[in-house]
Structures are given as structure tokens and as C-alpha cells.
């Protein structure tokens, strides 16, 4: 068989099967995932709150903290989020509220107006941390030295007068990254003879 004769046959094929697939997702329809409103609004915001019927968001479903980087008015302002590896690394952020203004008043909660955990997603690495706040509203803390990776840092706090709240971001150790066996499971935990 020649070229121009293998060709022919091949869009044949092609449009054939392209036909079959048309005429097999026109009888099938379209695959129903309830496109209500719920399906298109984030659960934990205002917008939530107004397609449930709850305007006060007391009825809204939440979001499990840690898990947005912006819920319940507030913003975690990162402006790096990439860190170099194998050395301790200043990290700078900021809490805003919906007006993008930072806020500079939070109430002590477990001793400390703010508590930062970074988790490295190998589950291995981890650091619990209380960085201090500047007049302007920025928080710094010194990282220790992290192997390189992807990690989510998880800012908790409440803003004074207001309800508790859990954000989160994603942080870039750069460079090569190493496999890490994860630890075996367990239902204890020792440290420092505890």
C-alpha cells in the first residue's frame, strides 16, 4: 500500500472514531455534578454564607484552618515564599484584613499572640515557631535550616475581638530535593523523655 493510500485510510479511521465518540457523548449527555450554587462559591466565605441562607455565615460550612490563605476576613501577605536550603532563613509576613490594612492587635492564646508551624509535606520535618511583630504589623522569625522541599507554614492567631483563625501557605525550600522515608506509625510519641 502507498503513502497517499495509508493516509486516506488513516483519516478514515480518524473520522470514524472521532463520529462514534460524538454520537456516544451526544446519547450520554453531559455528566451532572449538581451545578448548584454550592458547587461554585468557597465554603467558609461571605459568599458561602449568602448561598446557604446563613448572611452571618453561622450556618455556613467552614474550612478546616490552615487550609486557604485568606478565610474569615483575613490574608496572609508572604512576599517570598522560596527559602534557601540547608541554612537558617529570615521569613517575613504579614496578617491583613479585608480592607488589605495590617492588623496589629491580637490577643495572647497559648502564651503567644501568634504560633507558626511549618510542615514539610515528606511529613518528616516540622517546626513550631513564635515570631515577633513589628509596630507595622509584620511578623519575622528565623526559620532553622530545612532540607530542600515543599512545606505549608501555618499561621494561628485571633485578632483581637474577633474569632480564631488558621492560615495557611505553601513555602519552597530550593534545591535538590532527597527521599525521605516516612516514619512508621504509632501511637506514642517521646520527646525531650516525655
Given at each position: 500500500?502507498?503513502?497517499p493510500a495509508?493516509?486516506?485510510?488513516f483519516?478514515?479511521?480518524l473520522?470514524?472514531v472521532?463520529?462514534?465518540?460524538?454520537?456516544?457523548?451526544?446519547?450520554?449527555?453531559?455528566?451532572?455534578?449538581?451545578g448548584d450554587?454550592d458547587?461554585?462559591?468557597?465554603?467558609?466565605?461571605?459568599?458561602a454564607?449568602?448561598s446557604?441562607?446563613?448572611?452571618?455565615?453561622?450556618?455556613?460550612?467552614e474550612?478546616?484552618?490552615?487550609l486557604a490563605v485568606a478565610?474569615?476576613?483575613?490574608?496572609?501577605?508572604?512576599?517570598?515564599?522560596?527559602l534557601?536550603a540547608?541554612?537558617p532563613?529570615?521569613?517575613?509576613?504579614?496578617v491583613?484584613?479585608?480592607?488589605?490594612?495590617?492588623?496589629?492587635?491580637?490577643?495572647?492564646?497559648?502564651?503567644?499572640?501568634l504560633h507558626?508551624?511549618v510542615?514539610?509535606?515528606?511529613?518528616v520535618?516540622?517546626?513550631h515557631?513564635?515570631?515577633?511583630?513589628?509596630?507595622?504589623?509584620?511578623?519575622?522569625?528565623?526559620?532553622?535550616a530545612?532540607?530542600?522541599?515543599?512545606?505549608?507554614?501555618?499561621?494561628?492567631?485571633?485578632?483581637?475581638?474577633?474569632?480564631?483563625?488558621?492560615?495557611g501557605?505553601?513555602?519552597?525550600?530550593?534545591?535538590?530535593?532527597l527521599?525521605?522515608?516516612?516514619?512508621?506509625?504509632?501511637?506514642?510519641?517521646?520527646?525531650?523523655?516525655?
Open positions: 500500500m502507498r503513502a495509508k493516509l486516506a485510510a483519516a478514515a479511521v473520522a470514524i472521532t463520529g462514534g465518540g460524538a454520537v456516544v457523548g451526544a446519547a450520554a449527555g453531559p455528566i451532572d455534578v449538581g450554587e458547587h461554585d462559591v468557597l465554603a467558609g466565605t461571605e459568599a454564607a449568602e446557604t441562607g446563613a448572611a452571618d455565615g453561622s450556618e455556613a460550612e474550612l478546616p484552618g490552615g478565610q474569615a476576613g483575613y490574608r496572609l501577605d508572604v512576599p517570598s515564599a522560596a534557601p540547608g541554612e532563613a529570615w521569613f517575613r509576613f504579614r491583613l484584613d479585608d480592607a488589605g490594612v495590617p492588623v496589629t492587635r491580637f490577643d495572647v492564646e497559648h502564651e503567644k499572640r507558626l508551624v510542615v514539610g509535606r515528606n511529613l520535618d516540622y517546626a515557631l513564635h515570631p515577633t511583630m513589628a509596630a507595622d504589623g509584620e511578623w519575622t522569625v528565623e526559620l532553622p530545612l532540607p530542600a522541599g515543599s512545606y505549608r507554614a501555618f499561621a494561628d492567631f485571633r485578632p483581637t475581638g474577633d474569632e480564631a483563625v488558621t492560615l501557605v505553601d513555602l519552597t525550600v530550593t534545591g535538590p530535593t527521599a525521605v522515608d516516612v516514619p512508621a506509625p504509632s501511637r506514642q510519641a517521646s520527646v525531650d523523655g516525655y
